[in-house]
Every structure is written in structure tokens, then in C-alpha cells.
């Protein structure tokens, strides 16, 4: 478990708000939205998708938005050209956004108006708010508040999902080993894999995240080549599938 969830934050950060969160993996944005509550930050509204967000935006007015950068639908770039879009005909101000990743392309974010900047997934919590601070040129204090009861519910709640996790994707994953490549299948097996690449980290799970991630990075870029991989191919992936497996089931 990650040592901040057992210490109170030390945060003496003060962010503009209100802060919109969009980030569609549940883990993440809990521990998000705890991390910001444990650092005396209480203006935050949080949703799981770009749709969501385009939903509500014009409502929340957000002073800051931090965004996930891979979403499934729109991604995390097109929900904040839409974000943008939406905020300026409404004739809201408009926020600076921090891109939440745990994968991205070198340059990325380049030409990207208002970026403030990006945050590495796994982060830690004890320190996201001095992160974020840190990120938009650091102002003002707040009196820190502790969350770690919060924390520690959701690493609770992280590691009773992971059994049915490794279930649904040792599922998918046979299915691909008996009745060879699909596209559909593939992808959510990639969902699963980037879910967990980007929330295990955060409870400690740092083999969990590594193994994720190999398998994302496999699914990636074998789903870009846009055709069937070959034997070889299939082979490296069932092996990262297996080993995904195994630490998943890990303690």
C-alpha cells in the first residue's frame, strides 16, 4: 500500500477553482479527488468520460481541469479542443488544464493552448495539490486537512476488484489464444491493461502497473498496424497476458 495513504497530507497548496476532473478510470479518480479533499480542496467535481465533461463544463465554470490524457471515445487532447469550444461560446473564462498519463507520445501536448502541464500516473497522492501548485507557478496557502481514511478505502476497494479483473481478462485472453486475433476482443483486453497501468501504481502495485503496461504497449501498437498479428506476435502476447495475470493474483 502506498505509504501516503497511512500519513496525513502536508499539502499547503492553493489551487484555483473550481477543478473539473475527467478521468475514466474509478480508482484514479477517487484517489484524485481524496488527495485534493486531505489538502483542504473542496471545490472539485469529477466525471468519467469527455461526454460527461462537455456535459457539465459550462456549469462548473472550472478555474482548472485536470484530464486524462487516454480515454476511450474522445481522448483527452479532443475533449479539450470540445471543452474550449464549449467554454468560449458560453463566454466563460477559460481554465488551464493538467493532463494526467501514464502513456504519451514525445510532443504530445505541443501547440496545446493553456497546458500547465502534465502529470505522470502513478503520482502520489500525499503531494498531487504541491504537484499541481507547482505545475501553475505555486500561490497562496491552505490550511491541510488529512484523507488518508479516504485513501485507504480505495485501495481497499482496488484490491477486491482485481480477482474479477484477472478473471474477465484471463477470459478475453482465451478467446484470443482459441479462436485467433480479434479486434474487439483485443480491445478490451487493452481497456482492462490500461486501467490497471494507470491506477496500480498508486496502491503500491508497481509490478501489477509494469506488467499492464507491457501488454498495453503490446496491444497498442499491434492494433495500429491494423491487420492480424503474426504467430510470433501472438506468442510475446500471451506470455505479457500471463504474467499480467500473475500479478494481478499476486497478494
Known sequence: ????????????????????????????????????????ITAVKACASGAEALAMVADVRPALVLLDFMMPGMDGIATWSALRERLTAAGVPLPRVVFLTARHEPGAFEGIPDVAGVLAKPFNPATLADDLAARLGGAGTDAPTSS???????ASAFSRALPSTAD?????????????????????VLAKAHSLAGSAGLFARH???????????????????????????MQTLHRAVAALLAACRSG
Not at 22 to 32: I, L, M
Not at 168 to 188: M, N, S
Open 1 to 40: 500500500m502506498h505509504s501516503s495513504f497511512s500519513n496525513p497530507q502536508t499539502s499547503t497548496a492553493k489551487l484555483p477553482s473550481p477543478i473539473l476532473v475527467v478521468e475514466d478510470d474509478p480508482f484514479v479518480r477517487e484517489v484524485v479527488m481524496a488527495a485534493l479533499a486531505g489538502a483542504g
Open 207 to 233: 509490478g501489477l502497473g509494469t506488467a499492464a503496461s507491457d501488454v498495453e504497449g503490446l496491444l497498442l501498437n499491434y492494433l495500429r498496424l491494423d491487420r492480424v498479428p503474426d504467430p510470433r506476435q
Open 168 to 188: 474477465e481478462i484471463e477470459r478475453l485472453g482465451f478467446v484470443l489464444d482459441t479462436t485467433g486475433w480479434q479486434r474487439t476482443i483485443a480491445e478490451a
Open 148 to 154: 488518508s481514511a479516504r485513501l485507504k478505502a480505495v
